[in-house]
């Protein structure tokens, strides 16, 4: 009985040693080491402060662009919206503010569809053409590439208010091309890596047909 009691240990301290368990056992409830900062645990106001912080270092991203995937790896949507929403408003014009008429409400709209609907179009193209981003990533870099072109709109706004003349009209002109110009090589610049070599000026022609329907609404306004 002892001869058999010794195997029966010796075969189950063999089986122990020769099988490795994967995975860790963990208590519900108990602490964790290893848990690291949540950001469910911080105030709001840290919440809205580190956001605000990001999307302001993406605006310094575009109005500066460099060799940086900090548009395509902490992508967003708060940036673009913020953007749009300024363009779509300050398209809009003051008039519709003050009178009854519902003239104002396609032209607000329009700015959305072309801003969204065209991002969301320039991507599917670029994903036909084998990119190798993701939707949501190409469309942020497209929404928060148009900030040059709202700067463009402020200060046309700023020039429309002085009597129009034709020098006013050339300087407004210039500001519109440069800030398309701007905003086209920013996104080239941001998505250019992600596309093949040999088609990338399929990829690179609605990006820039994007940006110079914006910029005509904007000149045009």
């Known amino acids: 009985m002892d001869d058999v009691e010794q ?26 080491s290893d848990d690291e ?4 645990d911080e105030p709001v106001s840290e919440t809205l402060k580190r956001d605000a912080k ?23 949507l708060w940036g673009p919206l913020m953007l749009c929403i300024f363009l779509a408003v300050m398209l809009q014009g003051t008039q519709s503010f003050i009178s009854n008429e519902a003239a104002g409400g396609p032209e607000f ?18 994903k036909l053409l084998g990119g190798t981003l993701s939707f949501f990533q190409s469309v942020c870099v497209l929404g928060y590439c148009v900030l040059p072109l709202d ?17 006013l009209f050339v300087i407004r ?27 990338m000026a399929l990829a690179v022609y609605p990006i820039f047909l994007f940006y110079f329907v914006i910029s005509w609404l904007v000149i045009s306004h």
């Not at 900062?37 to 469910?40: A, Q």
């Not at 700067?151 to 020098?167: D, G, M, P, S």
């Not at 080239?188 to 992600?194: A, I, P, Q, R």
Request: aromatic share 10%.
């Open 151 to 167: 700067v463009a709109l402020l200060i046309c706004r700023l020039i429309l208010l002085a009597n129009q003349t034709t020098i």
């Open 54 to 76: 990001a999307v302001g270092k993406k605006f310094f991203h575009v109005l500066w662009p460099r060799e940086t995937k900090t548009l395509l790896r902490e992508w967003d």
């Open 7 to 32: 195997d029966s240990q010796l075969t189950s301290s063999n089986l122990t040693t020769e099988i490795d368990v994967e995975g860790d056992i963990t208590v519900p409830g108990a602490p964790d």
């Open 173 to 199: 002109f210039g500001v519109v091309m440069l800030a398309f110009a701007w905003s086209t090589f920013a996104s080239v610049k941001f998505l250019g890596d992600s596309q093949p070599t040999h088609r």
């Open 109 to 126: 709209a329009e700015v959305f569809v072309i801003v969204w609907i065209g991002a969301s179009l320039v991507t599917i193209n670029s």
């Open 37 to 40: 900062y949540s950001t469910l």
